[in-house]
């Protein structure tokens, strides 16, 4: 089975809301985040990503690790996804669009959060840490 290496964002509104996007071609809503290029740090591939994918600006310093899980990955057939996953809480509401190979952004609630086709990355790790009020 091949392994996919990616670092992802937990964005949390100050309402406590969580981010999540979707790619072209997938069902499936996950963390905003994506693999690293040759040489970046965990930490500098997230900040590329975001800034690729959402247009969204994160200093080092808001980067706080979560840890690292490893899961199915929804859209690749016998892969697993290894996610190194850190919180980024926003002071102020913000909403943001969708590039590059996004075609979805959403906040989910607690009360809707089931509603949403999710991936394991997401269900497995980040979802039961937010509703348990660990974020």
């Known amino acids: 089975m091949d392994t996919i290496v990616i670092c992802s964002a937990a964005i949390l509104s100050p ?11 997938s ?3 996950q963390l905003p985040g994506g693999k ?16 690729e994918e959402l247009r969204f600006d994160v200093p080092k310093k808001d980067l706080e690790f979560l840890g690292s899980h490893t899961a199915h990955a929804v859209n690749e057939a016998n892969t697993l996804v290894a996610g190194n996953i850190y919180l980024i809480r926003l002071r ?10 996004l075609v979805e952004v959403v906040w989910i ?4 959060w ?11 790790f980040v979802i039961p840490r937010w509703l348990s009020g660990k974020l």
Do not use: C, W
């Not at 690293?36 to 800034?51: F, K, M, N, V, Y």
């Not at 609630?109 to 809707?112: G, R, T």
């Not at 089931?114 to 497995?124: I, Q, V």
């Open 27 to 29: 069902a499936y809503f």
């Open 109 to 112: 609630k607690p009360d809707n």
């Open 36 to 51: 690293a290029a040759p040489g970046e740090s965990q930490e500098e591939t997230l900040i590329r990503e975001l800034r």
């Open 114 to 124: 089931p509603s949403f086709k999710l991936a394991h990355l997401a269900t497995e």
């Open 92 to 101: 102020v509401a913000q909403s943001f669009k969708a590039y590059e190979e």
């Open 15 to 25: 309402d406590g809301n969580l981010l999540m996007v979707r790619k072209k071609d």
